[in-house]
């Protein structure tokens, strides 16, 4: 079947630094591949897509690359920002068939000043 | 920018009694979802609707939930009677039902059953 998996939380940084959250998946075919932010009390705001192997989607300073060799599509950023400290949700939808969404666990990420 | 909008926001209920939310979709956007969200996991499908046609129920618990669109806009999410493990965020989206397009998220309702 259809699954996401991310790495486990939580993930506390520091202003400025270097963040990657890994990703990776397992489906038939190509699907489509999201990365979700989710901000406290708020619901879910794509940050990012990719629709096909080796797309590279980018957001915010954020960037996520599409490997159909690894099955993967690691979130990164360069320099992460206090108001970067959200949940993020790796997240695929099946190709061909309803665009439904199969969600990774989320990663919580803080970031201190 | 044109938003989902959910409501009640919040929903404490006792075990047994019927619980109803409320999603209405960005206008003009043919596919509606709703998504539990348990503490701690991502959303997890219950049902996706193409204008009033149920697409997808098959995560459903159709024994207490039941979901409508009647008139292909907005949606009603029902659970009667409800269970303590019915705790969670539902979520609704809604999208223009391509392939690959966005969903966009409401704010959700955060289920307390007790």
């Known amino acids: 079947g259809n699954s996401v998996t991310q790495m486990e939380g939580p993930v506390t940084l520091s202003e400025e630094a270097f963040l990657t959250i890994n990703c990776t998946y397992t489906?038939?075919?190509?699907?489509?591949l999201f990365w979700y932010v989710q901000y406290p009390g708020e619901g879910l705001q794509l940050l990012l897509k990719a629709t096909k192997a080796d797309d590279k989607g980018s957001n915010k300073g954020f960037e996520a690359t599409y490997r159909k060799e690894t099955t993967s599509f690691h979130l990164e950023k360069g320099s992460v920002q206090v108001s970067d400290s959200a949940v993020y949700f790796c997240?695929?939808?099946?190709?061909?068939?309803?665009?439904?969404?199969?969600f990774g666990k989320g990663t919580k990420l803080t970031v201190n000043p | 920018e044109a938003e989902v909008a959910q409501s009640p926001r919040y929903k404490i209920t006792e075990k047994s009694q019927a619980v109803a939310f409320w999603c209405d979709p960005i206008?003009?956007?043919?596919?509606l979802y709703w998504y539990r969200q348990i503490l701690g996991q991502g959303p997890e499908l219950l049902v996706q609707?193409?204008?009033?046609?149920?697409?997808?129920d098959s995560q459903l618990p159709k024994d207490r939930f039941s979901a409508e669109r009647l008139k292909g806009v907005d949606s009603t999410l029902k659970i009667q009677p409800a269970e303590l493990g019915d705790s969670a965020m539902y979520l609704c989206?809604?999208?223009?039902?391509?392939?690959?397009?966005?969903?966009?998220f409401g704010p959700g309702t955060r289920l307390t059953v007790l």
């Open positions: 609707f193409q204008d009033e046609s149920v697409v997808d």
């Open positions: 997240a695929l939808s099946p190709q061909g068939g309803s665009e439904k969404l199969v």
């Open positions: 489906a038939t075919g190509y699907p489509s």
């Open positions: 206008s003009g956007h043919a596919t």
């Open positions: 989206a809604s999208s223009l039902g391509q392939a690959a397009d966005t969903q966009y």
